[in-house]
């Protein structure tokens, strides 16, 4: 049987299917693993470092007291402000008036408020109380040791706030004290309706074991909206 030349062999082997696929699955097999072993080669070359943990400095150390001492702490907001005081001394201002209001008390008798008044001031004393103490009392000679507001009350609210307001001021030994009354020129017709109801209050008989003097106050304390009250000792 004779022999194949060398090219018939290579051109039947090329023309048969089978070898065909073989060989090309072994060059695809070739192939992957040329890729794995590339790839396992820069897998080798690229080494992550370790992070090496930051030296800590002593400032930080300073810095972290800091917080750990301040924590809760909260910021002053009015810095350079001086402390708020009220203004007014707590004991009478002229003694000679002082006096005076002590004399009017042992003189005072029974009898009916001696009240003045037009449409800039109101005023009155009990009976007895010579008229210098008004004068003192009008001049600002006591000192304002509280006061009452009655802007917003109706003159039921107000009367009975005047009332508990002097009886409270007289047990806790105060002299005179304040009452803001208003002028009236929100109220209807602009009349002050608290305003005249504070002369009939403060010189109701019931008043006179409270009450020794009564006048509108400085420009300051408030002018014709607003009344001194000498209180009894």
């Not at 992550?48 to 809760?72: H, I, Q, T």
């Not at 004991?91 to 008798?109: C, F, H, P, R, T």
């Not at 105060?174 to 602009?190: F, W």
Request: charged share 30%; glycine share 8%.
């Amino acid at each position: 049987m004779s022999k194949q030349p060398p090219k018939k062999k290579e051109a039947a082997f090329q023309n048969n299917p089978f070898k065909s696929a073989i060989k090309t699955l072994q060059d695809q097999e070739k192939q992957e693993q040329q890729k794995a072993a590339a790839e396992a080669a820069a897998k080798k070359k690229v080494v992550a470092k370790p992070v090496k943990a930051a030296k800590a400095r002593p400032e930080d150390d300073d810095v972290g007291l800091f917080f750990s001492a301040m924590d809760g702490v909260h910021q002053i907001t009015n810095r350079g402000e001086a402390p708020k005081v009220n203004p007014r001394l707590p004991e009478i201002i002229d003694d000679n008036a002082e006096a005076l209001a002590q004399l009017s008390e042992l003189v005072a008798g029974e009898g009916g408020f001696d009240v003045a008044d037009s449409n800039e001031f109101i005023e009155g004393a009990a009976p007895g109380v010579d008229r210098n103490l008004l004068r003192s009392l009008r001049r600002g000679d006591f000192s304002v040791q509280d006061t009452l507001d009655l802007h917003g009350k109706t003159a039921a609210e107000a009367r009975g706030a005047v009332e508990r307001f002097l009886s409270d001021s007289q047990r806790s030994k105060k002299r005179c004290v304040l009452i803001v009354h208003g002028r009236g020129l929100n109220s209807k017709d602009q009349v002050p309706v608290l305003k005249e109801g504070m002369k009939v209050w403060l010189a109701q008989k019931r008043m006179e074991r409270l009450v020794l003097a009564f006048a509108s106050a400085r420009p300051q304390d408030g002018g014709t909206g607003a009344v001194y009250v000498l209180l009894r000792r």
